[in-house]
């Protein structure tokens, strides 16, 4: 479903992503990790049509984001790290103008936005202005709403970052039971470490631009003779705090947004 061969992005002398390959398989959920400053942003940019490589190649659901810029952004959902609701509108109208975004508007939407409502709880909720929902009742409905034109891949840019952990954990559960159902691909970055150990399939760690680990979080342990996919995770990549990378998670969900509204 993503195929990564030979990737590099610079910025100047500055090298971001430095030849990395993988792979994601159709309906796995996959943990892309790192630091902060690893290059994890600058490479879900490229895979989300956001930027283009310098060298290397990308392929989404068999499309090119560099020249099939309209399928690739058909193929997949997003949730950002920062909320991207319309706080003005109500949780069914935000459903309805990302269908009208994503040109899904038509027969049937009414019965997915309801099915997709009632699944994430919140369909009683559906005329509530979403600036009077909490943060949890916000992130299950930017879940729902990444599903709605039925994509094929799902990226999650930290999404369960300052949820309570009852919250996360039903976040996850609505994750893994779309994915199942759907069998879409999930995409996710997290720096809850126990998190991608429990949920994620495979694991693809980045540092410094480049992929030094990758397999289950079972091998990663075996490979670094360690008890927990934390652990790992420091053996990996040092104990050394990292400066924020520098095209963040806020830049990533701006620019989306415009480009989105930019194809209608």
Do not use: C
Request: glycine fraction near 8%; aromatic fraction near 8%.
């Amino acid at each position: 479903m993503i195929t990564v061969s030979n990737l590099v992005k610079k910025f100047g002398d500055f090298i971001a992503v430095d030849n990395i390959s993988f792979d994601v398989k159709k309906g796995e959920i996959f943990a892309f990790l790192g630091p902060n400053g690893a290059g994890k942003s600058t490479t879900i940019k490229m895979l989300t049509t956001l930027l283009h490589p310098t060298s290397g190649s990308v392929d989404i659901n068999g499309h090119d984001p560099v020249r099939h810029q309209h399928e690739v952004r058909q193929s997949f959902g997003i949730v950002f790290q920062d909320p991207s609701l319309d706080d003005e509108l109500t949780a069914y109208e935000n459903m309805y103008f990302h269908a009208v975004l994503y040109k899904a508007a038509g027969a049937g939407v009414k019965q997915r936005i309801h099915e997709l409502l009632d699944f994430v709880e919140l369909w009683d909720k559906r005329d509530v202005l979403v600036k009077n929902f909490s943060g949890g009742m916000k992130r299950r409905l930017e879940i729902a709403r990444s599903f709605l034109h039925h994509p094929k891949i799902i990226f999650l840019d930290e999404p369960t970052i300052g949820l309570d952990p009852q919250t996360r954990n039903s976040m996850w559960s609505y994750i893994r039971e779309l994915n199942q159902r759907e069998q879409t691909t999930v995409f996710f970055t997290t720096h809850y470490m126990e998190e991608a150990e429990r949920v994620a399939q495979r694991i693809a760690v980045i540092d410094h631009g480049k992929i030094i680990a990758r397999g289950t979080a079972e091998e990663l342990k075996r490979q670094t003779n360690t008890a927990n996919l934390e652990d790992a995770f420091l053996q990996l990549t040092g104990r050394a705090m990292r400066e924020e990378e520098a095209s963040g998670a806020d830049r990533l969900r701006g620019a989306f947004m415009r480009r989105r509204g930019g194809t209608r």
